[in-house]
C-alpha cells in the first residue's frame, strides 16, 4: 500500500507566474534547480501541435481505461480488482498529463496576451506620432493658405482694362515706358487714372440732380392741376347716378367693387372675376360681392416701419415688460394656431336666387397661412316655413353643402402640406374649426383656381383662371339643384310628422285608389342608433350609410302589423335616391334575412325607384317611396293564408285584385301596380 501511495502522490511544482527563476531565487540556490523547474521555461520548449496531439492521445486512453473498467465491474468477479485498480492508476496518471496540458495552455495565452499589449502600446505611440505631425502639417497648411488668399483693398475695386486705359489715359498718368514692364507702377497709374474718372462722375452726378429737381417742380405742378379735375369728375358721376338706376347700368357701384378686388388675394380675386364674368354672361341671378375691411386688407401688404424712431419709447416701456409674466406655453400655442388659421379681412359673397325667391347665400374666405379657400352657408326663404322637428339638419350650414361632389365631405384640408403646418402647432385636424372657418370643400378650391395634386405635390400652388372657369357652370348649378331639393324636403318633413303622405297629381297613377296602410311616425335618428339596428348590417356593410348621411325612421301600421322602416337620405337626394331597411312585428318579427317577401319589398322602393321619379327634377321620391311601402303592406298581409286555427274573420280581407296570389318556390307575392287596369301582378 505504501508503493501505491507513493505512486499516486503528485510531483511538487512550485509556478513562478511568468517572473524570471533569477528574481525570486537567491544566490546561493544554485544547488537546488535540479529540484525545481520553471514550467514557463518549458512551454518556450514545447511544441504546441504535439501537445494537442498528446492531448487527444490521452483522451483516448482514457475512454479505453473507462470503458474497461465499466465492463470489469459489470462481470462482477473478485479476481478482476487488482486489475480495476491498474486501469484506476494509469488514468490518474492520464488526468495529471491533461492537468499538465491545461496549465501549459494557460501559460501560453497568457504569454500571448502580454505580447499582444506590448504590440499594441507600440502601435499607440506610433499612432500618436502621427496625430502630432499630421496637426503640424494642417496648421503649416492654413498659415500658407492664409498668405496666399491676402487681398488688398485695391482689388475690391473694378478697374478698366488694360487695353483700355492705355488708350485713354493721357500719357503724364499711364507713362508706357515705365508702367509696361513695372507691375507695381502699372496699378498705382490705374488707381489715379480711377480717382480722376470718379471726379469727373461726382461732376455729373451732380449736374443730373439740379435737372432733377427742375423736372420734379413741373410734375409738382401738373399734379395739382390734374388734382383739381377729381371734385368736377365726382360731380359729374354723382350726377349720372339717377341716369345709370334708370337704364339699370350700376357703372359706379362696380367701378368700386374693382376697386375693392385689387386687394382681394390670388384665389378670391379669381372666385370674384369668374363669378363676376359667368353672372353677367349666363346666371342673371346670381350676384357677387365683396365684404370686409379694405384698410385691414391694406395693411396686410404695406412694409414693416422702421424702428429707430422708437428706441426712446421701447427703452421707456422696457420696465414694464420685464415685470409682465411670461406667457405660458400653452398660451403660446393658442397664439401661433390663431396666426396659423388666419382667415383674409376681405371676402367674396355669391347669392344664388331661385325661382321662388329663396336665396342660397354664400361666402368664401381665404386663410392665408394654409393656402386654402373655406366657405360658410346659409339660407333665406321667401315665406316664413313651418318648423319640422325632423327637418333640422337640412338647411344646417354644416351639412347643407356635403357631398356636392362625390366624397368631398369638407372636413379635411385638400392642402398636402398643411398637415406638416399643424403638427407644428399641435393641431390634430381641421375638421375642429370648421364652425368658426368654415368647410374647405375640394369645389371650393377648385372655383378659387386651387387645385393640390396628391400624386406630386407641389411646395406653392397659384390661382389658375381656367381651372375656375371649367368649374364655375356646373358647380353653380350643383348648389342652386341642392338648395331646391331641400327646400322641398323640408316642406315634405312637415306633412310626413303630420301622418300625411304627399302625393302630387302627377303621382297619383302610381298608385291604387284605396290604401288602408297609414304612416303614423316620421323622426329623424344618429347614425349610432341606425348602426345597431340588427335589420341595417347589410346597407352598412355595402357602404351605403356614412356617417354623413341624414338617418330616419318611419312606422307604417295597419291593424295590428306594424312595419318600421330605416331610411338613409343621401346628401345627393334625389340623384341618389333613399335607401330602405324593412321590419314588420306581426305574429313576430319578420325582416329581409328570414322573409322573402320583407326582402321583395325593398326591391320595390330601391330597385324600381326611376318608377317613383315623378316629374323632373324628381324632388318627391321620398314620397312616392313611402306611399309605395304602405301600398305592398296592404298586398303583404291581404295576401297572408288565414290560420285555421284562430276562430273568426280574417284580420286583413283581400281588397285588392291579384292575378296569382304567390308564385315560384319562394312563394312571392304579387306588389307590382299595373295602371289604368287596377290588378297587381308578379315582376
Not at 6 to 18: A, L
Not at 553 to 576: D, F, H
Request: net charge neutral; aromatic share 8%.
Amino acid at each position: 500500500m505504501s508503493s501505491e501511495s507513493s505512486k499516486k502522490r503528485k510531483p511538487k511544482v512550485i509556478r513562478t507566474d511568468g517572473v524570471p527563476a533569477e528574481g525570486k531565487r537567491g544566490k546561493g540556490d544554485t544547488d537546488q534547480d535540479a529540484r525545481y523547474y520553471s514550467e514557463e521555461s518549458e512551454v518556450d520548449l514545447r511544441d504546441p501541435i504535439k501537445d494537442y496531439e498528446l492531448y487527444r492521445e490521452t483522451c483516448q486512453e482514457l475512454q479505453r481505461l473507462m470503458a474497461e473498467i465499466q465492463e470489469l465491474k459489470s462481470r462482477g468477479i473478485k479476481e478482476n480488482a487488482s486489475e480495476i485498480d491498474e486501469r484506476r492508476v494509469q488514468s490518474c496518471v492520464h488526468f495529471m498529463t491533461l492537468k499538465k496540458l491545461n496549465r501549459l495552455a494557460h501559460i501560453r495565452l497568457k504569454k500571448g496576451r502580454d505580447q499582444t499589449h506590448e504590440a499594441k502600446q507600440k502601435v499607440d505611440a506610433y499612432h500618436l506620432q502621427l496625430q502630432n505631425l499630421l496637426y503640424e502639417v494642417m496648421h503649416l497648411q492654413k498659415e500658407i493658405t492664409k498668405c496666399l488668399e491676402f487681398k488688398s483693398k485695391h482689388e475690391e475695386i473694378e478697374l478698366v482694362s488694360l487695353e483700355e486705359f492705355y488708350k485713354e489715359a493721357p500719357p503724364e498718368i499711364s507713362r508706357p515706358s515705365i508702367t509696361l514692364t513695372e507691375p507695381h507702377q502699372q496699378t498705382l497709374a490705374r488707381l489715379d487714372w480711377e480717382l480722376e474718372q470718379r471726379k469727373r462722375l461726382a461732376e455729373k452726378y451732380k449736374e443730373c440732380l439740379t435737372s432733377k429737381e427742375k423736372i420734379l417742380k413741373e410734375i409738382e405742378v401738373k399734379k395739382e392741376y390734374l388734382s383739381s379735375l377729381q371734385p368736377r369728375l365726382n360731380s359729374i358721376m354723382q350726377a349720372s347716378l339717377p341716369v345709370q338706376e334708370y337704364l339699370f347700368m350700376p357703372f359706379d357701384q362696380a367701378h368700386k367693387q374693382y376697386e375693392t378686388a385689387r386687394h382681394l388675394p390670388p384665389p378670391l380675386y379669381v372666385l370674384f372675376v369668374q363669378a363676376s364674368a359667368y353672372g353677367q354672361a349666363c346666371d342673371k341671378k346670381l350676384v357677387v360681392a365683396i365684404e370686409g375691411s379694405v384698410e385691414e386688407a391694406k395693411a396686410l401688404y404695406k412694409p414693416p416701419e422702421d424702428s429707430q424712431d422708437d428706441e426712446s419709447d421701447s427703452d421707456a416701456e422696457e420696465e414694464q415688460t420685464t415685470k409682465r409674466r411670461r406667457p405660458t406655453l400653452g398660451v403660446q400655442l393658442d397664439d401661433k394656431r390663431k396666426e396659423m388659421l388666419k382667415r383674409h379681412p376681405l371676402s367674396v359673397t355669391l347669392d344664388l336666387k331661385c325661382k321662388d325667391e329663396n336665396v342660397l347665400h354664400l361666402t368664401f374666405h381665404y386663410l392665408m397661412n394654409l393656402n386654402v379657400m373655406t366657405v360658410k352657408a346659409k339660407v333665406t326663404t321667401a315665406m316664413e316655413m313651418t318648423t319640422a322637428i325632423s327637418a333640422g339638419d337640412l338647411l344646417s350650414p354644416d351639412s347643407l353643402l356635403n357631398c356636392l361632389y362625390p366624397g368631398d365631405h369638407g372636413r379635411k384640408t385638400p392642402n398636402p402640406a398643411n398637415q406638416f403646418q399643424f403638427d407644428k402647432v399641435g393641431i390634430l385636424t381641421l375638421s375642429d374649426y370648421v364652425t368658426e372657418l368654415g368647410h374647405p370643400y375640394v369645389w371650393v378650391q377648385k372655383l378659387g383656381g386651387l387645385h393640390f395634386p396628391k400624386e406630386q405635390p407641389q411646395h406653392t400652388v397659384a390661382a389658375d383662371n381656367s381651372l375656375s372657369a371649367s368649374h364655375m357652370e356646373l358647380t353653380v348649378k350643383l348648389l342652386r339643384s341642392r338648395l331646391q331639393s331641400r327646400l322641398a324636403l323640408h316642406k315634405q318633413f312637415a306633412s310626413l310628422e303630420h301622418g300625411v303622405v304627399p302625393v302630387s297629381s302627377e303621382c297619383q297613377q302610381l298608385f291604387p285608389t284605396k290604401i288602408v296602410s297609414r304612416l303614423v311616425k316620421w323622426t329623424a335618428i344618429p347614425y349610432e342608433d341606425y348602426a345597431e339596428l340588427p335589420y341595417t348590417k347589410d346597407v352598412i356593410e355595402a357602404g351605403l350609410a356614412e356617417d354623413t348621411h341624414l338617418y330616419y325612421m318611419a312606422l307604417i301600421e295597419r291593424g295590428t302589423a306594424k312595419l318600421q322602416a330605416a331610411v338613409v337620405l343621401n346628401p345627393g337626394y334625389s340623384t341618389l335616391p333613399p335607401v330602405f331597411s324593412l321590419c314588420l312585428n306581426w305574429k313576430g318579427e319578420r325582416n329581409s334575412s328570414n322573409d322573402d317577401n320583407i326582402r321583395a319589398m325593398e326591391s320595390e322602393v330601391n330597385v324600381y325607384y326611376k318608377e317613383l321619379w315623378g316629374p323632373k327634377p324628381g324632388y318627391q321620391l321620398l314620397t312616392n317611396q313611402l306611399q309605395r311601402l304602405c301600398m305592398v303592406l296592404d298586398v303583404y298581409l291581404e295576401t297572408e293564408p288565414h290560420d285555421p286555427s284562430v276562430e273568426g274573420p280574417k284580420e286583413f280581407p283581400q281588397e285588392k285584385m291579384c292575378l296569382r296570389l304567390v308564385r315560384g318556390p319562394l312563394r312571392l307575392k304579387p306588389f307590382k301596380f299595373n295602371y289604368p287596369q287596377g290588378f297587381f301582378s308578379h315582376r
